[in-house]
């Protein structure tokens, strides 16, 4: 009987039970644990199982490119960051809200270490969500227009709850990729949180797009649902003293 089980787990492709059932079953047969129960932590097992599936997915789907968390995140090495602040972030109400998040500094000071770790802790928590380099965003945008599949691609972007941007910076640009660009903020706007990484203050972003009229706009849309956080701190690729552990190459 239990090698007829273990064929249907595999016919119906039930793979956490699959890890378990022989477990569970000798289990029950000493303990004379109630098939309800068994029934039920099989169950349990195979639901923890798809989650775990589902969480490594968004994962790998999102394109994070380096292991960066929240928990790992040098909070005492940055003074310019407010632990509290992030941590509340972390809650990920903001993303119900469908708020956004830009992050200004200097080269160095974390920004992308904090974007990441809101994104990491997103994913986990159910989220769907994609990272982007800003140019390489910019030039995907700019390489659909070839064949048309613009709409097609701002649609698929528009459906990630939570979508970052980093490293917004003295970018080479083209006047579609500005368009585009545009277009794909004032779509999300209001539905879906952006997080913007970005070593240039508001107003620089004028000398970078070139479009007043359209600036306008995006500034307006995108700080009206807006926590902007400001880091005034020390690079935290400044050479570590003789006790420190240098931070990693990629801490941005």
């Not at 039970?17 to 349990?44: F, H, N, P, S, W």
């Not at 380096?66 to 972390?90: C, H, N, Y």
């Not at 160095?108 to 989220?127: D, E, F, P, R, V």
């Not at 306008?216 to 902007?228: E, F, G, M, N, Q």
Request: charged share 25%.
């Amino acid at each position: 009987m239990r090698e007829k089980i273990r064929q249907l787990l595999i016919e119906l492709r039930l793979k956490g039970m699959q890890g378990v059932v022989d477990r569970e079953l000798t289990a029950a047969e000493k303990k004379g644990i109630a098939t309800e129960k068994v029934l039920y932590r099989l169950l349990c097992e195979e639901l923890a199982y798809r989650q775990e599936r589902s969480m490594h997915y968004r994962i790998n789907h999102a394109k994070i490119p380096w292991a960066w968390t929240l928990k790992s995140f040098p909070f005492d090495k940055q003074p310019g960051v407010k632990k509290s602040q992030i941590m509340s972030l972390a809650g990920l109400s903001f993303i119900d809200r469908a708020e956004n998040i830009v992050f200004i500094g200097n080269p160095g000071t974390g920004k992308s270490g904090l974007a990441i770790g809101l994104l990491h802790t997103a994913l986990i928590n159910g989220y769907r969500g994609r990272f982007y380099n800003a140019q390489d965003l910019l030039d995907e945008l700019y390489a659909s227009l070839a064949d048309l599949s613009t709409s097609k691609l701002i649609k698929r972007l528009c459906n990630y709850p939570v979508l970052v941007i980093d490293e917004l910076g003295y970018l080479t640009l083209k006047a579609e990729q500005i368009n585009a660009f545009f277009k794909l903020m004032g779509e999300r706007y209001g539905k879906a949180s952006t997080i913007i990484t970005t070593n240039l203050d508001y107003p620089d972003w004028y000398e970078l797009f070139q479009r007043k009229t359209l600036v306008d706009a995006l500034l307006d849309r995108l700080k009206h649902r807006c926590i902007t956080i400001n880091i005034n701190g020390p690079s935290l690729r400044a050479p570590a003293g003789k006790n420190d552990t240098p931070p990693p190459p990629e801490l941005e």
